[in-house]
């Protein structure tokens, strides 16, 4: 099946929101271009009033009548170079506009997506889809649009100025005409908008034909897909699945054929019964052979001119659809905004969680009435198993998300402030994390590290010493060397990529800094020399540090174990060895995991 169109109320909706955007992206181009649209429209009729006065002409001559045949030559020659002077200025009119049209659209998805500045939004599987959508088309979609859009005017422009010319053959004669195509014209445009080529389709069937050829083709899957031979299998379902959606497709095209056949048996019974009838009238010298001329070319140009809108037609729902989409992605609501009046932010860092409980969308809760005190200063591991809500904590402290019950405060005493009324970009500019799906920009190793930051010499270089990233660097491979094959860039291994997103955490000036899993691409023996270095970076900080190896919460003024969403143990190390509850069992399972490795760290 294909996608189904928007509703024509809303395509005229997204056309009226979608001119003036146009307009504004660069005006005096934009008039130009469709002026010249409107020119190359009218020509069409220029030229068939022409040829008919050249007819006429050469029959007064073979009549012995004076005829200005080179004024005619003339104006033929003049309207030909006018179309193709008017074609290249509007071709390259519509290269300058739609090279500002696609900047503006693309400026104002950017500016969208900082506006957006939870995670509650972007991880909904349909937004999420749409995004991709739009970045997919951002780059091509706004030419495609504006050269639909000057061409349908042109189809317009013309449609009606050869019908225009029929007038001279009989007022009645244009009317007839166009309610003989009209039909066909409607029937055409629903033809057209079955798409010609699977690949364009945004349906299921064709976007899971497209991810097996991504699979196949990505560099990301190509030590599966060698591995494992994947390669047969995928080009076989690919083919397998294309074939299937292809039959359906030509069924649907077959049946729009045999529905188009009673039209155009209509528009060639009154196309051919108006040829009829203007050979019967020039036979009876009520007309000239030039009007019979006319008529051929007129109904010829009509037809061609008709069925061009209704492709354009076609064309231009499938284009103002990306644009609908466009608009509902600007008019998006997002549930994680700053406030309009936002608090000052509270001298003192102490964090406090009251009660806080938090669901995912149409999930089960990742957290349940959560109570917790973090003092400022103070280092904290948070542990526990997979799915215990370690990772939900830390996006509520960072505000990706808000509870769904319960607040979280900042400050101390009677300057405690919930943080939803804080700042949102002021709280974060004082916390820097290092995720476990931390981001691999492929730019420079600087420019990771800075993130567009001023650059502070003495702040790098400790960053680069503690996080273990000097290491990396060698006599080739230094802080300017470009990263990633897409620009055929340095490559780093995982460990090494782990070192340099902490790196550009610990370059931020933060108060708050939250580790999350930051050495799990790590041996070892370098994750105790990077630990080594938190423990001193950590000191006036207020250090969040989520971990599976419990070898790491050595450093930690306290330690959390969560289960279930709930933090069922709080305490030193010490302590909760002691206590001889889930953190111990944690503890001996993984000291078990190291007692017979040579060479590795035993924790105990």
């Known amino acids: 099946m294909t996608q189904p169109s928007l509703p024509a109320r809303d395509l005229w909706r997204t056309l009226r929101l979608t001119l003036p955007d146009l307009w504004r992206a660069q005006p005096l181009v934009t008039a130009g271009l469709f002026l010249s649209g409107a020119a190359q429209g009218a020509l069409p009729a220029v030229t068939i009033l022409i040829g008919k006065w050249t007819v006429d002409g050469v029959s007064g001559l073979l009549a012995g009548q004076s005829v200005n045949l080179p004024a005619l030559a003339g104006a033929w020659a003049g309207a030909a170079l006018l179309s193709q002077v008017t074609a290249t200025?509007?071709?390259?009119?519509?290269?300058?506009?739609?090279?500002?049209?696609?900047?503006?659209?693309?400026?104002?998805?950017i500016r969208r997506m900082t506006e957006l500045q939870g995670l509650d939004v972007l991880e909904d599987p349909?937004?999420?889809?749409?995004?991709?959508?739009?970045?997919?088309?951002?780059?091509?979609?706004?030419?495609?649009?504006?050269?639909?859009?000057?061409?349908?005017?042109?189809?317009?422009?013309?449609?009606?100025?050869?019908?225009?010319?029929?007038?001279l053959v009989g007022w009645w004669v244009p009317l007839v005409v166009v309610a003989?195509?009209?039909?066909?014209?409607?029937?055409?445009?629903?033809?057209?908008?079955?798409?010609?080529?699977?690949?364009?389709?945004?349906?299921?069937?064709?976007?899971?034909?497209?991810?097996?050829?991504?699979?196949?083709?990505?560099?990301?899957?190509?030590?599966?897909?060698?591995?494992?031979?994947?390669?047969?299998?995928l080009q076989r379902e690919a083919l397998t699945r294309t074939r299937a959606y292809?039959?359906?497709?030509?069924?649907?095209?077959?049946?729009?054929?045999?529905?188009?056949?009673?039209?155009?048996?209509?528009?060639?019974?009154?196309?051919?019964?108006?040829?009829?009838?203007?050979?019967?009238?020039?036979?009876?010298?009520?007309?000239?052979?030039?009007?019979?001329?006319?008529?051929?070319?007129?109904?010829?140009?009509?037809?061609?001119?008709?069925?061009?809108?209704?492709?354009?037609?076609?064309?231009?729902?499938?284009?103002?659809?990306?644009?609908?989409?466009?608009?509902?992605?600007l008019n998006a609501p997002g549930g994680v905004q700053s406030p309009a009046r936002p608090q000052p932010m509270p001298a003192g860092g102490t964090i406090t969680l009251e009660h806080v409980s938090f669901a995912y969308r149409d999930q089960p809760p990742a957290l349940r009435d959560v109570t917790l005190t973090i003092p400022a200063g103070q280092t904290v591991a948070i542990v526990g198993e997979n799915g215990a809500g370690k990772s939900t904590l830390i996006k509520l402290l960072l505000r990706y998300y808000d509870p769904t019950a319960g607040r979280i405060?900042?400050?101390?005493?009677?300057?405690?402030?919930?943080?939803?009324?804080?700042?949102?970009?002021?709280?974060?500019?004082?916390?820097?994390?290092?995720?476990?799906?931390?981001?691999?920009?492929?730019?420079?190793?600087?420019?990771?590290?800075l993130l567009g930051q001023p650059q502070d010499d003495a702040r790098l270089n400790a960053?680069?010493?503690?996080?273990?990233?000097?290491?990396?660097?060698?006599d080739t491979r230094t802080l300017d060397t470009r990263l990633g094959?897409?620009?055929?860039?340095?490559?780093?291994?995982?460990?090494?990529?782990?070192?340099?997103?902490t790196a550009r955490a610990l370059y931020r000036d933060a108060r708050v800094l939250i580790l999350d899993e930051p050495t799990a691409a790590l041996d070892p023996r370098s994750e105790a020399e990077v630990f080594g270095t938190f423990a001193g970076l950590a000191r006036g900080r207020t250090t969040l540090l989520v971990t599976h190896r419990l070898g790491s919460v050595l450093m930690a003024d306290r330690v959390l174990v969560m289960k279930a969403g709930q933090i069922i143990e709080d305490g030193t190390h010490a302590a909760l060895l002691a206590r001889g509850g889930e953190y111990t069992d944690l503890w001996a399972l993984q000291a078990r995991q190291y007692e017979d490795q040579p060479g590795e760290p035993v924790l105990a």
């Open 409 to 449: 405060l900042i400050g101390t005493g009677a300057a405690q402030t919930d943080l939803r009324d804080l700042d949102l970009n002021d709280w974060r500019a004082g916390v820097a994390a290092v995720f476990q799906d931390f981001a691999r920009f492929e730019w420079t190793l600087r420019e990771n590290i």
């Open 246 to 329: 292809q039959n359906t497709l030509r069924a649907q095209r077959t049946r729009g054929l045999l529905a188009l056949l009673p039209f155009e048996a209509l528009s060639l019974l009154v196309t051919g019964g108006l040829f009829a009838f203007v050979v019967a009238q020039a036979q009876a010298g009520r007309v000239g052979a030039g009007s019979v001329a006319l008529v051929v070319t007129a109904l010829a140009a009509l037809r061609q001119e008709l069925s061009g809108l209704a492709e354009m037609g076609s064309i231009g729902t499938q284009h103002l659809s990306w644009f609908a989409k466009l608009d509902a992605f």
């Open 463 to 474: 960053a680069v010493q503690g996080s273990g990233l000097n290491t990396v660097l060698t």
């Open 89 to 109: 200025v509007t071709q390259v009119m519509q290269g300058v506009a739609a090279d500002h049209y696609t900047l503006h659209v693309n400026q104002r998805l």
């Open 180 to 233: 003989g195509l009209l039909p066909l014209l409607s029937r055409q445009m629903q033809f057209y908008r079955l798409g010609w080529s699977l690949f364009i389709q945004n349906t299921p069937e064709a976007r899971e034909v497209n991810y097996l050829s991504r699979v196949a083709l990505r560099h990301e899957y190509a030590k599966e897909v060698r591995l494992y031979g994947l390669a047969p299998h």
């Open 126 to 167: 349909q937004f999420h889809d749409d995004i991709e959508v739009l970045q997919g088309g951002a780059s091509h979609r706004p030419l495609n649009l504006l050269s639909t859009l000057v061409y349908a005017l042109r189809n317009v422009v013309a449609a009606i100025s050869v019908a225009a010319t029929l007038l």
């Open 485 to 501: 094959q897409a620009f055929g860039g340095a490559d780093l291994s995982g460990g090494q990529w782990q070192k340099l997103a």
